[in-house]
Each structure stands twice: as C-alpha cells, then as structure tokens.
C-alpha cells in the first residue's frame, strides 16, 4: 500500500529502521554501524518530542524491568537510564554497591545471577574494570546488557548523546572539526567518542600531554597534538575531558595547577583562537581545572543540552533492545 503522506513515509522509514535493528546488548560503539547510529538518532527525535510534550510518558516498555547496577560512581548516567526508563513505563530496581552483599563477600556474577532471578529484563551496568559489562552479557545470554562505562574501555550511550547533540547543532556531523582535549590515555568517554565521530564523518583530532596520549595513537586514525593553541585553532567543537584522578595510577601530570597552565579551556584561549567554538563536557566538571567556569556556563557551551539529550538517547536504546528481544508489540 501507497504511503499517503510524508508524515505516513516518514512513519514506515522509521518503523523499518527499528525492525533493522538487531542488537541483543549495547557494549560498545565498535559493534554499531553508521545506520545503527542514526536508527538510534531518529528515535531519539522521536522521544524527545515526547519528552518536551505535556505527557511525558509513553507505555511502549510496561511489563518490562529495568535493573541499574553501577560498581563505580555515578550522577548523570544512572540518573538519565532510570528516568529514561521511567519515561518508558518500565519498572526500575538500582543497586548500591556500599550498601549491597558484595561488602560481605558476594561475587558480581552471584550478584547478578540474583537479580535476574527476581525477574530483569536488561541491566546497566557500570564498572572500574574493562570488558565486566561484556563478561556478564556472555555469562547471561538471557538479559539484554548495556554498558554504562567499564574502565579505560567504551561508554557508548554517553557518545551517543554527544553525537546526537552535536547533529542537532549542526545537522550533520560530515566535515565538523572535534578536538579532545584531556585525559585521552584514561578516557572511555574518548575512546567512544572518536568510533562514533568518525562513523557519522567528523574529523578528529585529540590533544593531550604526551603522559596522557596512548602510546599507540598512531594507530587510533586521527590527528593528534600536545598544543593546545594548534588544537583550537583547528576544530569547530571542543570536547573537555576531566581529569581522572581516580585512574592516574602513577603521576602522569607534575600537578593540577601545571595542567591547567597549559590545557585549561579558559574563555582567553577561546577568544585569541579568534572564531566560534561550540564546547563540550561528559562530566562531572573540575571548575578551574580543565574547564574555566566563565566557558562551562557560555552560550557557546552544550554541556546541559548533552544532558537533556542524554534521557531520550538512552531511551531509545532500552525501546531498540528491547524490540529487538520481542518485548515491544506492534
Ligand atoms: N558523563 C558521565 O558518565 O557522568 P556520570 O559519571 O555522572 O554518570
């Protein structure tokens, strides 16, 4: 049957696209294709405008539990996947580390083997060490798993968001300039960013004290500086990584206050580059550190639309699994 009307064409594209979706699990970018991505985009526009509706709900995962379970701090990603699942009518359980039987000796896959006897359809899953979100999703076919950020490794839903922030802004990421400037070594919010950017044809380049560059970067495909003058001369966004203290083993960087001498994005280093910038942060922000506060609270910065982005993003990646696993009907 004749579509009637672009609305109607637009309706069946997009219903196509999600019926193409074949992912059991979201660990990280490296799976995804470029069509991946934009399925993920366009019901992500689609959840928006639920969100910004008066009724910001929808019924599409009722009878669906959704289980958080962060090993590792976090505010923005566990809140934006509860609220996101909420939005989609999906029950929530969370799990507290500090709090749970892992303080007397319970193994994660014990823990996680008993959560999903109580019933989960798909967990998220946040851990310090590399590969865990994979480990339990090759342990336990049966639960859709997504990785909310394991180690030095991927967190793809946070790329998501900033690509999906950054095609709003811009409506096509094909020829934008991204520089990330930080931590490149310890990053997974990098690592992810860059397998996204170049998926949907930005151009990358990352700037970074030689301690804190891979010694294989080389081998990662994109440009690569430790001035951050050429950096910011080059690029039409720049990504703000923080600081991890938490990862830096051994002292990469003499101090905070050397770093910021030479990295710190300040609005004087914005303005002697000389044109607009749009700038970007995952978060948690270090005020002073790595990001001025007179550049994080500009105009020009994106950080809390990274956020609101954040919610419908990771909504439409629980309403992709979840279809792909037979849980939505019609
Ligand atoms: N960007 C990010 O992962 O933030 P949280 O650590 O607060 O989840």
């Not at 609220?83 to 892992?102: C, D, N, Q, W, Y």
């Not at 959560?115 to 336990?140: K, N, Q, Y």
């Not at 003058?229 to 050397?258: F, G, H, P, T």
């Amino acid at each position: 049957m004749l579509a009637r009307n672009s609305r109607e064409r637009r309706r069946m594209a997009d219903n196509r696209s999600v019926t193409d979706w074949r992912h059991r699990h979201l660990l990280g970018i490296k799976e995804l294709t470029r069509e991946d991505i934009e399925t993920v985009f366009g019901v992500a526009d689609r959840f928006m405008e639920v969100l910004r509706s008066p009724v910001r709900y929808v019924p599409a995962l009722r009878d669906f539990t959704v289980a958080t379970l962060f090993f590792e701090p976090s505010t923005r990603t566990r809140m934006s996947f509860e609220l996101a699942a909420k939005r989609l009518s999906a029950e929530v359980i969370s799990f507290s580390p500090g709090t749970s039987s892992l303080q007397k000796g319970e193994t994660i896959l014990d823990t996680v083997a008993n959560v999903l006897a109580m019933g989960v359809d798909l967990m998220v899953v946040r851990h310090a060490s590399s590969g865990t979100p994979h480990l339990i999703a090759e342990c336990f076919p049966q639960v859709a798993v997504v990785n909310g950020g394991d180690g030095t490794h991927e967190h793809p839903t946070q790329a998501l968001l900033d690509t999906y922030t950054l095609r709003r802004e811009y409506g096509t990421l094909k020829g934008l300039r991204v520089a990330i400037v930080g931590d490149i070594l310890h990053s997974r919010v990098a690592r992810s960013n860059i397998l996204c950017l170049k998926k949907l044809g930005a151009e990358v380049m990352v700037c970074a004290p030689p301690a804190l560059l891979p010694h294989t970067i080389e081998k990662w495909q994109v440009a690569y500086t430790t001035q951050i003058n050429i950096a910011l001369r080059w690029c039409d966004v720049v990504y703000v990584l923080r600081i991890q203290k938490e990862r830096q083993q051994s002292a990469y960087i003499s101090s905070m206050d050397e770093y910021s001498h030479f990295y710190a994005i300040t609005m004087e280093r914005l303005l002697s580059a000389g044109k607009p910038f749009k700038v970007m942060h995952p978060g948690p922000m270090n005020r002073g550190i790595e990001i001025d506060s007179r550049v994080a609270d500009a105009p020009h910065s994106l950080i809390l639309q990274q956020v609101e982005h954040g919610v419908a993003v990771r909504m439409a990646v629980l309403y992709l699994i979840a279809t792909a696993r037979g849980h939505v009907k019609g």
